[in-house]
């Protein structure tokens, strides 16, 4: 399997989040996901996120799609989407509290990200109401997680909150 450089990055901070933040059980559900979405949305004064079970589905067939080789590239659909790869297990919450630490790359007031941010604009995205997720085994042993937003986020020259 062939990484890229962010790849790998992306890698090694799940490991670090799973090792550092959560219990080793699995916190896969719907209600996990919508959870920790909604803790990283409170924290900057947005609405709540609601799981949509059709967004689910797109998620889980994507994610399933991506099980052979593992690697994090985007669907090209029609919502948001954010992915999260791990070398070994990984949950839903790890995967967005992944996302979630990008918050530190985030300057608001300038609307910028030193280094990468787009997935956590996408989680707290005030415009985004609906999130369905995906994780699928890889045939390397890793775990690949899909959410998808609708409606999507990340306009350019837009504030996510």
Not at 92 to 120: D, F, I, K
């Amino acid at each position: 399997m062939k990484l890229t450089s962010y790849s790998r990055l992306l890698l090694i901070l799940a490991a670090l989040v799973g090792a550092l933040v959560l219990p080793s059980k699995a916190q896969d559900s719907p209600q996990d996901y919508v959870r920790a979405h909604n803790a990283a949305r409170q924290a900057v004064g947005v609405g709540p996120i609601q799981w949509d079970q059709g967004l689910a589905g797109y998620a889980q067939s994507y994610a399933e799609r991506l099980r052979g080789d593992c690697r994090l590239i985007h669907s090209g659909g029609p919502y948001g989407e954010n992915l999260a790869g791990s070398s070994g297990d990984l949950s839903g919450v790890s995967a967005v509290n992944l996302w979630v630490s990008e918050r530190a790359n985030y300057n608001y007031p300038a609307n910028t990200c030193n280094g990468v941010c787009g997935h956590y604009t996408q989680v707290v995205w005030r415009k985004s109401l609906r999130v369905g997720c995906g994780k699928a085994r890889c045939n390397n042993g890793g775990t690949i997680i899909s959410c998808n937003y609708d409606p999507r986020g990340n306009f350019n020259n837009e504030l996510p909150y």
